[in-house]
Nanobody, 121 residues
Framework: QIRLMESGGGQVQPGASLRLSCVAS?????MGWFRQSPGKEREFVAG????????EYSDSVKGRFTISRDTSIRTLYLQMDNLKPEDTALYYC?????????????????WGQGTQVTVSS
């Protein structure tokens, strides 16, 4: 059983930066960041493989967000720069034992409780 706990969300103005963290207990596998807005499905934001590691990003955040991990402290990060109002959502980290970097939330077995990011002026 893996437990995940996110932190680092908040309310910021457009153009600002935030760094999300996700601390995991147990083996971390490949991990990803997803986000969900009211009335919308949970969507892939960024992922990082267990081996390598490799990273992948959604087109909407590529060049602005950076995913990384520190395996020594079992922590996943999402550095978010140049935030836009459309980035407003509840952000979740997930872990999956599947190979590679799945982009469907259905492929993730473990989830945190989420951390809210609000971008508004």
């Amino acid at each position: 059983q893996i437990r995940l706990m996110e932190s680092g969300g908040g309310q910021v103005q457009p153009g600002a930066s935030l760094r999300l963290s996700c601390v995991a207990s147990g083996r971390t596998y490949s991990m990803g960041w997803f986000r969900q807005s009211p009335g919308k499905e949970r969507e892939f934001v960024a992922g990082i493989s267990e081996i390598g590691p490799r990273t992948e990003y959604s087109d909407s955040v590529k060049g602005r967000f950076t995913i990384s991990r520190d395996t020594s402290i079992r922590t996943l990060y999402l550095q978010m720069d140049n935030l836009k109002p459309e980035d407003t959502a509840l952000y979740y980290c997930g872990a999956t034992p599947r190979v590679g970097i799945p982009k469907s939330p259905n492929d993730y077995s473990y989830w945190g409780q989420g951390t809210q990011v609000t971008v508004s002026s």
